[in-house]
């Protein structure tokens, strides 16, 4: 029975593997002065975060799901990483961007840049 179950289950779960692949990649923060960001989100659902601010540097590494017109990203405390910059952080999707919560900049694929 289970086995005739499989291909339903496998259709089911193709569109959110689509969108997860369609938003995966390698974004820069734009837009906000002084300051260096950058965030890639991996087709398996996982990411890696920087932000460099003066003599602040903040990292973070664990989960990412879009959600609702967002993208969520969920720290995890690892090896690399014991100490993330964040615990959750919602990024809005605004076309190609991902916006963060306060409103400033945007971070954006190099190849959704134009010109």
Do not use: C, N
Request: proline share 7%; net charge negative.
């Amino acid at each position: 029975m289970m086995t005739a179950l499989l291909p339903l289950a496998a259709f089911l779960a193709t569109p959110a593997l689509a969108d997860t692949a369609q938003r995966a990649g390698h974004y820069y923060l734009r837009g906000v002065m002084e300051t260096g960001s950058e965030l890639l989100l991996r087709p398996d659902g996982r990411f890696q975060w920087y932000l460099v601010y003066g003599a602040l540097d903040l990292f973070a590494e664990g989960r990412w799901q879009e959600k609702d017109g967002a993208v969520l990203l969920t720290a995890e405390k690892t090896k690399d990483v014991p100490e993330p910059g964040f615990q959750t952080l919602t990024l809005t999707i605004k076309d190609s961007a991902l916006v963060p919560p306060d409103g400033r900049g945007a971070y954006i694929r190099p190849s959704d840049e134009k010109d």
